[in-house]
């Protein structure tokens, strides 16, 4: 079984940092490329960033470039998105996925951010 599970989610003030993680099992995580998406209330899907299998490739939305950096350990099956300075419009659930890209076939639970003062 597939098992995506992210944390590291919570309320932060704006200009503030957070470390999501996300643990993966049952899946070939380091034969993969692997994704961070996120949805605000009442919005669509937005794509994140996305990192290859070897960390030699990066995607990031402009709307986090120079403030989100993803990385992955894949001795600990592990993805991460370190997110500074964030601002409001950050506020969202986080998920990560397998693959590269919004549509991926796996993708775990979710961890809210909520950044507000």
């Known amino acids: 079984e597939v098992q995506l599970v992210e944390s590291g989610g919570g309320l932060v003030q704006p200009g503030g940092s957070l470390r999501l993680s996300c643990i993966v099992s049952g899946f070939a995580f380091s034969a993969s490329d692997m994704t961070w998406v996120r949805q605000a209330p009442g919005k669509g899907l937005e794509w994140v960033s996305s990192?290859?299998?070897?960390?030699?490739?990066?995607y990031s939305a402009d709307s986090v470039k120079g403030r989100f950096t993803v990385s992955r350990d894949n001795a600990k099956n592990t993805l991460y998105l370190q997110m500074n300075n964030l601002k409001t419009e950050d506020t969202a659930v986080y998920y990560c996925?397998?693959?590269?890209?919004?549509?991926?076939?796996?993708r775990g639970q979710g961890t809210q951010v909520t950044v507000s003062s």
């Open positions: 990192l290859s299998r070897r960390s030699t490739v990066t």
């Open positions: 996925s397998t693959g590269w890209g919004p549509s991926t076939k796996y």
